[in-house]
């Protein structure tokens, strides 16, 4: 985030980071919280095959100060994290069901560089953000992952939803999949 140019080849830092965060403090970011014991999800959230969530999403809040705002494009909703804690920069993220991406605002005409970094008392921005969700949700352009068919690349069985893939996963040892 570092003077707001987004930066995709930074993803390994930032993985290295949040799993240092949630190295540290193992009472708080306990099995129970993490779905696994802190180890395996410190070793889990550093490849570059899986990813994060809210729990992610809230690491990265606090350490960099900042607002982070996920515009839900199925549910079209903002989840606000860091919402309560006065920040005063914001950003905005994007989220199909799958992967997170940075929402930009570019001014046309211009030679400014997009824009990725916003007041946190800017409501028009969080404003235009649902109306781009509502637009990729009218689009379907997201993805249901409790109901979209997926088949395992390894042994070719056909999955429903994001519990089945994890349970075949579990039983196998399988965890390629591609969307049908």
């Known amino acids: 985030m570092e003077g707001g140019v987004y930066d995709p080849t930074c993803a390994p830092e930032m ?46 809040s606090k350490f960099y100060q900042c607002e982070i705002c996920v515009v839900d494009t199925q549910t079209v909703r903002v989840d606000r994290f ?7 920069k914001r950003v905005l993220l994007i989220y199909d069901g799958i992967h997170y991406d940075p929402l ?17 008392t800017d409501d028009v921005i969080l404003a235009e953000s ?28 056909g999955l429903v939803g994001q519990k089945e893939a994890r349970e075949h996963a579990k039983e196998t040892g399988h965890t390629n999949f591609g969307e049908v």
């Not at 211009?110 to 990725?116: G, N, R």
């Not at 649902?130 to 069985?157: G, I, P, S, Y």
């Open 130 to 157: 649902l109306k781009l969700a509502d637009e990729a949700c009218r689009k379907r352009q997201f993805t249901d992952v409790n109901q979209f068919a997926l088949r395992c690349m390894v042994c070719q069985t």
């Open 104 to 120: 930009q605002k570019v001014i046309p005409g211009s030679d400014v560089p997009p824009q990725t970094v916003f007041s946190s």
């Open 15 to 60: 993985r290295g980071l949040i799993a240092q965060i949630v190295a540290s403090d193992p009472t708080a970011y306990s099995e129970a919280v993490l779905g696994k014991t802190n180890a395996d999800y410190c070793s889990w959230i550093c490849r570059d095959d899986t990813w994060g969530g809210a729990i992610e999403v809230s690491i990265l």
């Open 82 to 88: 860091g919402e309560d804690a006065d920040y005063t």
